[in-house]
């Protein structure tokens, strides 16, 4: 056998087979890590379907319209609308369908889907991925059994696209693999020729180099002919080309990846979480998010006041989009001030300022918040009015102080949230607006942050139920307000400082004077009947003046 052919015989098994390797490996763990960026994507879009349909019953629940049939259809309708917003390929959808095999939603051919073995697996669990055919096309999906509806909710997505991208990288590294094969057996074969041609002048070479000693001429001697001399070089060369190609391959394969998962969080959590703190939990890698602990946050609840009575006087649909259109309005307020949602509760929400990432204004934006909500709400109420829908009318509670935060729940569902004695007495604060007539109360501890930014007026030293020590509340003012206003407020600190001096004659005079000025308030009001029955009826001598509420 010729020289060439020897050196050919070894030479291209070895190029051969390590390139097949690393695009095999490279194919596998490109595959891997695509099938579960996908897989996660389509158990999140469930999941939001999932909230979706619980926070509609969870409306007709505290509406009490649980078991009107109307309004639950109409709930329904809004859950199968609402699947039609959920961005999807053009050959992803969702599939609703009940226990005893009906398709609930969208229209396809079959309007039972008992006989499939898919329907059968889903039964099985109440969760999970799953792979089926389907009008003779393999598709991959997510589905969940919502059992207030006894719906299986399943999205699924053909395996031409859910395997695309893995698909296209296994041509890509084919592609690669032919043309640096090809490219390289060309240049085997002319350095193969060029070698073999003058091989009297190799053997004189290497000749010259044991009988010169010449050490800095370094040949490891393989084999007793060429081949050795050649297959040293090789190797070398294919050590150094296999060392280089094995870090780029890695480098551009996690940045893609890398680049990939950061756009689809940042795609999934936009709408509910400010782009600042989705920025510090990737650079963090969400590590904060884990474990719980304690830290001092500012809470705010805000609720919609008489909802039952504004509920009966819409139809479900009506209040439906009544409700969203509110929710959006002040979604997009508590994120523009870098707070975070922590919960719907019914037509009430609950949001955080300070974690998971804490900023030095937390107390000032949120008190910023809720007096945005406000004017948002002016704005709102319009468009109702011009409906001839009712108005809606909301009390805002804001607190700041030491909560747990983390993630809190159970094995099956977890939530990041907050916890602790501050969070219920920024609700306590939220319940007393209804009492002292305006639409926002904060506490003593979030007026000491803000009160050089935020002007307040000091409403009251209450006791909330559950608690032993009393708290001071005010009411931000908005920077807007007129200078009678701004004088009539200032004049109404002078009194409570009179009636907690129990100068209540002089007290009762100064709050006529701000119940007029400011145009029957409330407020004012309240403390006219204290004086009045505190002038009729002296206080004892351990009278301090605060104000005992008897209701959360």
């Not at 999941?47 to 619980?54: D, L, P, Q, S």
């Not at 990288?169 to 693999?177: C, F, G, M």
């Not at 939530?415 to 009492?435: F, P, Q």
């Not at 007029?516 to 002038?535: A, F, G, M, Q």
Request: glycine content about 6%; hydrophobic content about 40%.
């Amino acid at each position: 056998m010729k020289i060439r052919a020897k050196l050919l015989l070894v030479i291209v098994p070895l190029l051969i087979f390590p390139l097949i390797f690393i695009g095999f490996t490279s194919y596998v763990s490109a595959r891997s890590g695509i099938t579960k960026v996908a897989k996660k994507f389509l158990s999140y879009k469930v999941t939001e379907m999932y909230k979706f349909c619980n926070r509609q019953v969870e409306i007709l629940r505290d509406t009490g319209l649980i078991n009107d049939e109307t309004y639950v259809n109409l709930a329904k309708k809004s859950a199968i609308d609402y699947a039609d917003t959920i961005g999807l390929s053009k050959t992803g959808y969702f599939m609703g369908v009940n226990s005893k095999g009906d398709v609930i939603f969208p229209k396809l051919k079959d309007k039972n889907v008992v006989k499939y073995n898919f329907f059968q697996e889903m039964k099985k669990n109440k969760s999970g991925l799953i792979a089926f055919n389907y009008d003779n096309k393999d598709r991959t999906g997510y589905y969940l059994y919502f059992e207030p509806w006894d719906w299986y909710i399943l999205l699924s997505e053909e395996d031409t696209v859910f395997y695309q991208d893995a698909n296209n990288i296994k041509k890509q590294v084919a592609y690669t693999l032919v043309i640096t094969l090809a490219f390289a057996i060309v240049l085997i074969l002319l350095f193969v020729k060029k070698v073999t041609d003058p091989i009297d002048n190799v053997v004189d070479t290497m000749k010259d180099i044991i009988t010169s000693n010449d050490l800095s001429k370094r040949v490891k001697v393989e084999y007793d002919d060429e081949i050795g001399y050649l297959a040293t070089w090789f190797n070398r060369m294919i050590e150094d080309l296999e060392t280089a190609y094995n870090q780029i391959k890695e480098y551009a394969y996690k940045s893609v990846l890398a680049k990939n998962s950061e756009e689809r969080i940042r795609h999934i959590f936009q709408k509910y979480v400010p782009a600042e703190i989705i920025d510090e939990v990737l650079r963090t890698k969400g590590e904060q998010l884990l474990v719980g602990k304690k830290q001092v946050a500012t809470i705010l609840f805000s609720d919609i006041r008489s909802f039952t009575t504004i509920s009966e006087k819409l139809s479900a649909e009506e209040l439906v989009k009544s409700l969203n259109t509110y929710f959006n309005i002040m979604v997009n307020v508590i994120i523009e001030h870098k707070g975070t949602i922590d919960k719907f509760i019914g037509d009430a929400i609950m949001a955080i300022f300070g974690a998971p990432v804490k900023h030095e204004d937390d107390p000032l934006e949120a008190v910023l918040t809720g007096l945005n909500m406000i004017k948002n709400l002016h704005s709102f109420n319009k468009k109702q009015i011009a409906l001839n829908r009712p108005p809606f009318k909301i009390g805002v509670g804001i607190n700041t102080g030491e909560v747990v935060v983390g993630n809190i729940g159970s094995t099956q569902k977890l939530d990041y949230t907050c916890i602790g004695d501050a969070v219920n007495l920024a609700s306590r604060l939220e319940g007393l607006t209804k009492m002292y007539g305006i639409p926002i109360i904060i506490s003593q501890f979030t007026y000491e942050e803000t009160k050089t930014q935020i002007d307040a007026r000091e409403l009251d030293s209450v006791r909330v139920k559950g608690k032993l020590k009393p708290v001071n509340i005010y009411q931000p003012l908005d920077k807007d307000i007129n200078s009678e206003e701004k004088e009539a407020y200032l004049l109404f600190n002078e009194g409570i400082n009179l009636y907690r001096n129990r100068e209540f004659q002089k007290a009762l005079n100064i709050f006529k004077k701000t119940y007029s000025l400011l145009k029957n308030d409330v407020p004012s009001s309240l403390y006219i009947d204290r004086c009045n029955e505190l002038i009729k009826n002296p206080p004892g001598e351990n009278w301090d003046g605060v104000y005992i509420a008897k209701t959360k």
